[in-house]
């Protein structure tokens, strides 16, 4: 087998595009996730949202239980 003559980069960062919550550019760098259908988006932002859900919902239960 022959030895490589070309030494392979040891850090490649690609732009990845947006993020779905803050409209940031992103690289593959951060920590993201990705979503079906191509959308990504950084995890904080992302655990964020799905925390403000979370309460929304409650609140909502409350609401409705109280009627």
Excluded at 11 to 17: E, M, N, P
Excluded at 23 to 42: C, I, L, P, R, Y
């Amino acid at each position: 087998m022959k030895n490589k003559i070309w030494k392979k980069p040891s850090i490649i960062v690609i732009d990845i595009g947006k993020c779905r919550y803050c409209q940031k550019d992103m690289t593959n760098a951060e920590s993201f996730v990705a979503f079906h259908g191509g959308e990504k988006a950084h995890y904080e932002c992302m655990r964020k949202d799905d925390y403000k859900k979370l309460i929304e919902k409650e609140n909502n239960e409350k609401r409705l239980s109280q009627n």
